[in-house]
């Protein structure tokens, strides 16, 4: 009798669990959608929240090839946002520096302020009002 009301107890529980996978996330924003894409999603599994930005390679021209760059944990996200406020008030040619990928500043002369996000093998640009959604839904976590 106890085993039966502990396994009614555990029920739901163990339904609510198995509605999440470790592998889906939660679209937090769409930067920019169509042909070069990049979504900031976050991840949750058990104890741990990984955030990923998403956007297609521009290294791979003859083909779709999506890249991700995970932040484990919202601290490391907003070093991101960080740079990208501090690389927009700085000079062309600056660059923010990680472990992992880098972030620099490209001033373009009639297409304004673009931002270069370099990882070991892959690549993707994207301009100021991007930078700007990406930057506004990090502070707004």
């Known amino acids: 009798m106890k085993k039966l009301i502990l396994s009614i107890l555990l029920l739901p529980t ?3 669990t198995g509605k999440h996978s470790p592998s889906d996330g939660i679209n937090l924003a769409e930067i920019r959608s169509g042909t070069w ?3 900031l999603e976050r991840d949750i599994d058990r104890r741990d929240t990984i955030y990923s930005l998403i956007f297609r390679n521009q290294e791979v021209m ?4 999506l890249d991700t760059l995970e932040f484990n944990g919202l601290v490391q996200l ?6 990208l406020t501090a690389l927009q008030g700085g000079h062309n040619g600056d660059i923010a ?3 992992n990928y880098t972030l620099k500043r490209e001033d ?3 297409e304004g302020l673009w931002y270069l ?5 892959s690549s993707t640009e994207f301009r100021q009002p991007e930078a700007d959604i990406i930057r506004k839904t990090i502070k707004g976590l």
């Open 62 to 65: 003859n083909g779709v090839a």
């Open 108 to 110: 373009k002369k009639f």
């Open 97 to 99: 520096q990680f472990k």
């Open 37 to 39: 894409p990049i979504n």
């Open 78 to 83: 907003r070093y991101f946002e960080k740079a």
């Open 117 to 121: 996000l370099s990882l070991k093998w």
């Open 14 to 16: 163990v339904a609510y």
